[in-house]
């Protein structure tokens, strides 16, 4: 939607920012989703950013336009792929996981109990150790 997408995103990316500056909030969200308040005010900060939203609008139009095209590449792939999942994501479902190593020949999924989205946030050192295994000759 050219006109409606990026006012619903500056509002929707606006309004998690202002919610992520106020410091109760920010303790609750940190404390649920187990992430240091300093990155949320930080982060909070960077999405009251113009910047931000007009980042996350062309991101999200241009993901859109050459989705199709990726998706029928994805079986040309020939070097050794993981696929990293939280099995609490609820951006990324882990069936779409499944369905993308399914198109690429020999990938495989590694999902992380309870993580959600925010991956490299919440996992940064077992992020760390499936990426180093990845890169590992097979």
Known sequence: MPLVGPVLAATTLAGIGAALTAPPLRERIGSRLSLDPRYLRASGRKLL???????FSTEQRLLIRDLPLLERRLGAI?????????????????SSARAL??????AEVVQLPRATHLLPQERPEHLGEIIVAASRPR
């Open 78 to 94: 020939s070097a050794p792929t993981t696929i990293v999942i939280g099995t609490a994501d609820r951006i990324v479902p882990p």
């Open 101 to 106: 190593a399914g198109q690429i020949s020999g």
């Open 49 to 55: 950013s113009p910047g931000a939203w007009r980042s």
